[in-house]
């Protein structure tokens, strides 16, 4: 079980805090039974690809873990620059995102950043997908938003207050999946 630390948009950021604030990283309660005082568990490294924002493509992340002495589950943390089941940093996908929402084609913007055609296409698809439980959401937590109604009106707005990761942070703490 993954949980996400916020205020951590990028691996520049979790680098030098899992360095310097190690401790931010740990999880107040226990996910699986509630209880406090978990244990450092080690840590593994995640493969994180930046390409289409750096040459420095294939960062490897250190993403910490936790034991609970009361049930013995354990968990991790994740930084918020990470998505859970994703392999690009929220970072890209948020790019493919600003230059799909100012127009450009899926091929156009294939030619100028990294992933896939088919990639972005399926990012794009599920964003749409799932917008109506997106939105209704994130509308809670900023009600500025309510006055967006369509896809490509509500997420210029969205991402004009907030990174494409605190949207997904906000979601996955409302209690939807997040990719
Ligand atoms: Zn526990």
Known sequence: MALILAGVPTLLQHNHQIHTQPEDYRPERCPHCGKHGLWCHGSYTRKANRRGLERNTEAPVSIPRYRCPACDGTCSSLPEAVPPRRHYLWDVQQ???????????????????????????????????????????????????????????????????????????VLHRSGAAIP
């Open 95 to 169: 790019q493919v995102v600003f230059l799909r929402l100012s127009g450009l084609s899926l091929n156009k913007v294939a030619q100028r950043l990294a992933p896939s055609r088919h990639t972005m296409r399926r990012w794009w698809q599920r964003l749409k997908q799932r917008f109506t439980l997106d939105a209704s959401l994130l509308r809670s937590h900023c009600p500025a938003l309510g006055r967006s109604t369509t896809f490509a009106e509500f997420w210029r707005a969205c991402l004009a207050q907030m990174r494409l990761s605190e949207a997904m942070l």
